[in-house]
């Protein structure tokens, strides 16, 4: 953080210190009947209408139907582990454990402390209301009131129970950003398929929503911080100004100029998540359908009011669309490479591959050919379209400026990390995994990334599960290439530079580690050279790996895969235990193969 950021937020401190706007002082619908004066109430509803096409059944809205149906009964997935809320749902209350977070202002909460209430994320994620979107379509559906009047009760309740500056769930901008968007694009399905939205619900929901852009356009994740999240906030703004600009009354003029500026803001937070070669800036792989989906969800706001898409985010875009091609998994995932948390906001129901869903959708509003042959229904949400479907042909890729080589041999794919740590200064969801490489087959890790696993609710395993040694790369005596500062900050960085055929990490210690890696005629040859004392090169096993030792020889069976690892230059293969987490929140043991070095340089021979 540079000390102009520095100036800049002790600035916005002191001015929230010396100064509430009226607006923050109010409960929702007070500040509606305040802020919708004289406003054309009827345009605002056509607006938000218009937010959404009219939901079609598809067979990818299966999942959303099922869940549809157990939120009627309060059963509710949360990271694919099933929760109960009462009804309505306790706000402040972590619905994996029970435990409430205090009932006091935002800024007096302590949500990176793991030991209030468990973990902010799993609170957040109730109160991004994204089911409130699938009740909604179930709705549109099956024209079944109770799922209607179960998205107008929760609605209200929450709007009325957290208040504006009040709660843990306004103490982060992308919490409010998302929020804005699940409650007017709820309220788009509802009204499209010709629920008549009661002026209580309607009031509360326009109210809280127009606190939190006011909210938003003063508090925005700007400089070191501007990731994922800003894209978030700049899309929730859009949404919102979208449904009021242009409506008549005394604010109306204040509502195009914060269109105008959200416009342009996600016109330039866009191209930023992403390198020139599409790939992602936060070194963050399954974060791509969410910037894509919060992107998206902006992009198609604004242009449904008629206003150009940026042509440096259409570009960005579309390249992002290439390298998940490149990088996707036969079953749609991508391999879980830096940060993940499972972040989703419109039909985020369990079973449909996240970068199929979104990704289609992007192609969709490209006009480029899909990702995969199913899940159709986000599209919908954009326009009635449809594209041929292209795959990454089998080949070698490499993506310079994010760094990463991708091998594709019929159902392997193999990817090599030479990319810098992460985003901007704090490089906040990157890993300390520069130089690893990770091999699938099919949709199974033969050598893992060991994914996420946890954010604040657990720091030893956040600490862990993005270090160096839980990476298959070289590591010195068991410590990390960059400086861990914190959860989601990175001091000093390790440094990747290309060296002959190779790539060379210079850690923020001081010592070196030098990497090539080849794939040809069904063998992976990897070679390493090092400088520094202490050094052990490790793969992390897949959890479904078994694996057999012979000195310098491993064999590691998948199904009925067979394949063998020689190590020329090291000491004997060693097992030892491991973590592997395939989704945020969730995690299984697995195995290390690890061996030291003989003397400054090994090879690894994979023969497939």
């Avoid at 139907?65 to 749902?89: I, M, T």
């Avoid at 009031?203 to 800003?230: E, P, T, Y």
């Avoid at 080589?405 to 159902?411: A, E, H, L, Q």
Wanted: with cysteine; glycine share 10%; aromatic share 8%.
């Amino acid at each position: 953080m540079g000390a102009s950021e520095v100036v800049h937020r002790a600035g916005i401190a002191l001015r929230d210190s010396l100064f509430t706007p009226a607006w923050a002082k109010m409960g929702a619908e007070e500040a509606a009947k305040q802020m919708l004066a004289s406003v054309d109430l009827a345009q605002v509803r056509s607006r938000i209408a218009a937010l959404a096409l009219p939901v079609r059944q598809c067979p990818s809205l299966v999942g959303t139907l099922r869940e549809g149906q157990a939120l009627l009964e309060g059963q509710w997935l949360l990271f694919g582990r099933q929760v109960q809320l009462s009804d309505p749902p306790n706000w402040r209350a972590n619905p994996m454990t029970g435990q409430e977070w205090p009932d006091e202002p935002a800024d007096r909460i302590e949500y990176r402390r793991a030991d209030v209430a468990g973990g902010a994320k799993y609170a957040w994620e109730l109160g991004r209301l994204t089911f409130l979107h699938t009740l909604a379509v179930c709705y549109a559906l099956t024209e079944e009131p109770a799922y209607a009047r179960r998205v107008e009760s929760w609605l209200l309740d929450f709007c009325r129970r957290n208040p504006i500056g009040h709660g843990i769930h306004h103490a982060s901008g992308i919490e409010q950003a998302i929020r804005n968007i699940t409650i007017l694009h709820a309220l788009s399905v509802l009204l499209r398929a010709r629920w008549e939205v009661s002026r209580e619900t309607l009031d509360a929901a326009l109210g809280l929503c127009m606190q939190q852009a006011l909210h938003l356009r003063g508090h925005l994740s700007i400089g070191s911080s501007g990731n994922n999240h800003l894209v978030a906030e700049f899309s929730g703004l859009v949404v919102v100004a979208s449904c009021l600009a242009d409506g008549g009354g005394r604010r109306a003029g204040a509502w195009e100029r914060m269109l105008d500026f959200a416009w342009r803001g996600l016109g330039h937070a866009v191209p930023a998540q992403f390198h020139p070669d599409g790939t992602s800036a936060e070194q963050a792989f399954r974060y791509l359908p969410f910037v894509w989906e919060l992107a998206l969800v902006g992009l198609s706001a604004g242009g449904k009011r008629g206003l150009e898409p940026p042509p440096a985010a259409v570009e960005r875009l579309s390249q992002s669309l290439e390298f998940a091609r490149a990088v996707r998994l036969p079953g749609g995932e991508l391999p879980p490479v830096g940060d993940e948390d499972d972040g989703r906001v419109l039909l985020p129901a369990e079973g449909s591959s996240r970068l199929d869903l979104v990704g289609n959708a992007l192609a969709v509003w490209l006009g480029a050919r899909r990702v995969s042959a199913t899940a159709h229904c986000w599209a919908s949400l954009l326009r009635d379209a449809d594209s041929d479907v292209a795959t990454a042909a089998d080949g070698r890729f490499v993506f310079a400026e994010g760094g990463y080589t991708v091998w594709r041999r019929g159902d392997v794919l193999l990817l090599w990390d030479h990319g810098p740590l992460g985003f901007r200064s704090i490089a906040a969801h990157g890993h300390a995994d520069a130089l690893s490489v990770a091999l699938y087959i099919g949709d199974e890790p033969l050598i893992a990334d060991p994914g996420t696993f946890a954010y604040h609710e657990d720091v030893p395993s956040r600490d862990r599960f993005r270090s160096t040694p839980w990476h298959s790369t070289v590591n010195f005596g068991r410590r990390d290439q960059s400086e861990n500062l914190g959860p989601f900050l990175w001091g000093a960085k390790a440094e990747v530079t290309r060296e002959g055929d190779g790539y060379e990490v210079r850690w923020h210690t001081g010592e070196r580690h030098w990497r090539s890696v080849a794939f040809d005629r069904g063998e992976v040859v990897i070679e390493d050279r090092v400088a520094g004392t202490d050094a052990e090169v490790v793969f992390v096993l897949g959890p479904q790996v078994e694996v057999s030792l012979d000195d310098f020889e491993a064999t590691l069976s998948l199904g009925d895969r067979r394949v063998v690892l020689r190590a020329e230059g090291f000491q004997p293969w060693r097992v030892e235990t491991g973590e592997f987490s395939p989704r945020f929140g969730q995690r299984v043991p697995t195995k290390r193969l690890c061996a030291r070095f003989g003397d400054i340089s090994g090879t690894t021979r994979l023969v497939l």
